[in-house]
């Protein structure tokens, strides 16, 4: 892996820097990965990316029709970013997380009281440390809370529906391109972002400055690394183009994870 170290259970150390990827712009094609149990409950994932030195994963999750989780409510000290693809959820038989909505989850809210798909689903999710459930055996609400000294700057996203945000140009973008914002770090700079590349634009995808994730949600794109379709996902440092991208023919949809400026 251009001569860097393999740490355990997989991400690549390179001259002392973990990346997710063994390289920028390598392709991971979430189809032919493996399912692999995920928790003890039922769920199974698709491992897109691992940083294995600090736990931050991205992975697709598969939940099964008539699922149920644990019923205890808990917290962690990890991130949670979703991204949902198919089916639904619900916390509570009231709210339900369906195709097409977000949500960004700080580290330490309560959550989790009685969690359940009855259709089932499939998400793309995203945290950035191991998520080790702390159980809360008697939460003080009923749904979702933050515990004390709980704090990030992006605020508690708690649902979003993708297609209500109004897409916009952005300069970080080729400006053919139009920019939904799902969340946002003030402090840092880092973003989760939805790009809208039109059918038929060719042209130039510059580097964003920042590290940053990138999965294809609908179309395709081409360039440098290839041709990426929907369900690929790839990586970049702050150097590397986005998606090494030169043409869209049919146009393309992309999810893209933007980290905190170096």
């Known amino acids: 892996s251009q001569g860097g170290l393999r740490p355990p259970y997989g991400g690549v150390l390179i001259m002392g820097v973990m990346r997710k990827t063994e390289y920028p712009l390598q392709r991971i094609r979430a189809s032919e990965m493996p399912w692999e149990p995920l928790g003890t409950h039922g769920l199974r994932r698709r491992l897109l990316g691992l940083d294995a030195a600090t736990g931050h994963v991205t992975s697709i999750v598969g939940i099964p029709e008539n699922w149920r989780g644990g019923g205890v409510a808990h917290y962690h000290d990890a991130v949670e970013e979703v991204y ?3 089916g639904s959820v619900t916390l509570d038989d009231v709210h339900y997380w369906k195709q097409g909505d977000y949500f960004y989850r700080p580290a330490r809210i309560v959550h989790g009281h009685d969690e359940k798909s009855h259709i089932g689903a499939m998400a793309l999710t995203r945290s950035n440390g191991i998520l080790v459930l702390n159980l809360v055996h008697e939460p003080a609400e009923p749904i979702e809370y933050p515990l004390p000294g709980a704090h990030d700057p992006r605020g508690h996203v708690f649902s979003l529906p993708v297609a209500d945000v109004v897409a916009k140009a952005d300069p970080a973008f ?3 391109w139009r920019i939904k914002t799902l969340s946002a770090d003030p402090e840092s700079g880092a973003r989760t972002v939805i790009a809208e590349v039109p059918a038929g634009w060719h ?8 590290e940053w994730e990138a999965f294809i949600l609908s179309g395709s794109i081409d360039g440098a690394a290839g041709d990426f379709v929907p369900q690929d996902y790839t990586t970049g440092d702050v150097d590397t183009p986005l998606l090494g991208a030169t043409c869209s023919e049919p146009g393309c949809t992309i999810l893209i994870w933007q980290f905190a400026r170096p």
């Open 174 to 176: 080729p400006a053919e």
């Open 203 to 210: 042209g130039t995808a510059a580097a964003l400055g920042t």
């Open 84 to 86: 949902m693809l198919e």
